[in-house]
């Protein structure tokens, strides 16, 4: 009797465990990657059609281009910018380690301070496209630098922050 007891509890160990090693496996190869944001962390950046040197090279961004990171293959990285399009980029020119923000439209306006009544900076307005590192948020404004130490800040609502 003690014999049938034991032989039972270790084929219920083995079972819990088995139940327990399948259903990770399964969760991690039926779960969707989430998305996590990224900057442009070199002076600038190819994007590619796909991932490997070469595939095509679609766009040239600078310092401080945020994305969305939506996959991974290797060393690169599948990326979502601010329009929604999806490019590739090599993984050691970027980094998770600052938010970065893009200018949303054309001839968005920069301040010296958190507020319409500050004035603009004198390198204001600037393009769609145009990015920064995000220093801080004051809500609802932004308070960001340039590529080359310029500081402002900007309205939330002008930007695509990750």
Not at 31 to 59: F, M, Y
Not at 82 to 107: F, Q
């Amino acid at each position: 009797m003690i014999i049938h007891f034991l032989e039972s509890q270790k084929i219920n160990k083995y079972f819990i465990f088995s139940l327990f090693f399948f259903s990770t496996i399964a969760l991690s190869l039926f779960q969707k990657e989430t998305a996590e944001a990224l900057c442009v962390k070199d002076k600038k950046a190819n994007l590619r059609s796909g991932p490997g040197k070469q595939k095509e090279k679609l766009w040239t961004v600078l310092k401080y281009m945020p994305f969305k990171q939506v996959g991974r293959k290797g060393s690169w990285l599948r990326v979502q910018d601010l329009d929604g399009d999806i490019y590739w980029i090599y993984r050691t020119i970027t980094t998770k380690s600052y938010m970065c923000a893009v200018i949303k439209n054309n001839k968005t306006n920069l301040r010296e301070g958190p507020g319409t009544k500050f004035p603009q900076v004198k390198w204001s307005p600037i393009d769609k496209y145009f990015s920064m590192k995000v220093l801080k948020i004051k809500k609802p404004w932004v308070h960001v630098e340039d590529s080359v130490g310029d500081k402002a800040w900007v309205h939330r609502s002008l930007v695509w922050i990750q």
